[in-house]
């Protein structure tokens, strides 16, 4: 799968753009490197100058992993993976039996944003399987990107010469895309617009950014590890009409 999102659109932390990193002269447009690495087996949507979205169809073999992909609201949603507990969180969310991962990941989205009960990562936890997923809210120009803590599903983002922020299974296209300014995205992490990448297994803790050397000796973008040590500062409830979904607090 693959996700492309202009400068500004989704901000990640600083670290991952490599003193390395070069603007070759033969910049590599994301998506055309993604379609190309997956000719006539992807689809594609792009969202005027603020996103694209890809994804390569699923095999029919058992060992490939699961691709989905949906769209409900101008929220935009694709899934890697699968969930073992998709049955009762479909019931727990008031969707029926044949609805998918992605279709539930759309819906827990909106739960949160439309003033859910409960912080992200609380919902995230509750989440059971292999899973890496991103969701572009269209309307709100929002992103909300996870991965699962299992290591079994992948993900990698980095930075484009042109400054968008790709995000992706296939490392390849990051490595093109994005030069020396790539790293995978943290197992058990979550990453929302306005907010910033924090561990939904760890959320009063602090990430921490751990510099990476290629095989060649050069910088690249860091990989983000849960500070042990240092804790977030908790923002104090003030009133019913805050919106806590994205908060720190559990």
Same mark, same amino acid.
């Not at 792009?46 to 694209?52: E, H, K, L, P």
């Not at 300014?181 to 306005?194: E, K, N, V």
């Given at each position: 799968m693959l996700g492309v999102f202009r400068n500004g659109l989704v901000s990640p932390p600083k670290e991952l753009n490599s003193p390395a990193a070069t603007n070759p002269p033969d910049h590599h447009n994301p998506l055309q490197t993604f379609?190309?690495?997956h000719k006539n087996k992807a689809s594609s949507m792009?969202?005027?100058?603020?996103?694209?979205l890809a994804f390569a169809h699923s095999s029919h073999s058992l060992l490939d992993t699961q691709r989905l992909f949906s769209s409900v609201d101008d929220i935009h949603c694709l899934f890697l993976g699968s969930l073992n507990?998709?049955?009762?969180?479909?019931?727990?969310?008031? !969707?029926?039996?044949?609805?998918?991962?992605?279709? *539930? =990941?759309?819906?827990?989205? #909106?739960?949160?944003?439309?003033?859910?009960p409960y912080p992200a990562?609380?919902? !995230?936890?509750?989440?059971?399987?292999?899973?890496? *997923? =991103?969701?572009?809210?269209? #309307?709100?120009?929002t992103v909300f990107i996870s991965l699962g803590n299992d290591g079994r599903v992948m993900l990698f983002w980095g930075i484009a010469a042109d400054g968008s922020v790709v995000i992706s299974d296939n490392l390849e296209v990051i490595k093109t895309s994005c030069s020396k300014?790539?790293?995978?995205?943290?197992?058990?992490?979550?990453?929302?617009?306005?907010g910033e990448l924090?561990?939904?297994?760890?959320?009063?803790n602090k990430m921490k950014a751990i510099s990476r050397v290629d095989?060649?000796?050069?910088?690249?973008?860091?990989?983000?590890k849960v500070d042990i040590y240092s804790k977030t500062k908790s923002m104090p409830r003030v009133g019913s009409q805050a919106n806590w979904a994205w908060s720190q607090e559990a």
């Open positions: 379609l190309s690495y792009s969202f005027g100058n603020d996103a694209s507990n998709l049955c009762t969180l479909n019931k727990q969310y008031g !969707l029926n039996k044949g609805a998918n991962e992605s279709m *539930f =990941v759309i819906q827990a989205y #909106k739960t949160l944003r439309d003033r859910g990562h609380s919902v !995230l936890k509750d989440l059971e399987g292999s899973f890496g *997923f =991103v969701v572009f809210d269209f #309307k709100a120009k300014s790539f790293a995978p995205f943290p197992t058990g992490c979550l990453y929302h617009t306005g924090k561990s939904f297994e760890h959320p009063k095989s060649e000796g050069a910088m690249c973008g860091a990989t983000f």
